[in-house]
């Protein structure tokens, strides 16, 4: 038995026997194949929490797109998140950051 799902150039099809579900790259001639999941989910049938599913669905997502992506584009990406850190810690003055430190302090005492 084959449940097959079209997702942007991936085809990605889980088969019973196999227990794995794969994601078959098509805009190349070598076929790649990329194993996501390792198994299936537990069952198909029980119903899920919403947002137990929109969580899993969105690392499923973000996974297939990961595979997509080339070397340079994560890494562009990487640069561009760890600018934007760089920025905002260069906003806070030495007063705020030490409020924050005061308040973090505090709210460890109160978790112990």
């Known amino acids: 038995m084959f449940v097959q799902l079209y997702l942007d150039i991936h085809q990605v099809s889980w088969s019973q026997e196999e227990g794995l579900l794969k994601a078959v790259q098509h805009d190349t001639p070598s076929k790649q194949v990329y194993h996501i999941l390792k198994t299936k ?16 669905s969105s690392r499923e997502k973000f996974a297939l797109w990961r595979a997509r992506q080339c070397q340079e584009t994560l890494n562009r990406i990487q640069t561009a998140n760890n600018e934007n850190s760089r ?26």
């Open 41 to 56: 989910p537990q069952a198909w049938s029980v119903i899920e929490d919403p947002a137990a599913r929109k969580r899993r």
């Open 87 to 112: 920025r905002g810690r260069d906003r806070v003055t030495e007063e705020e950051m030490q409020k924050r430190l005061e308040a973090d302090a505090e709210y460890r005492e109160r978790i112990d």
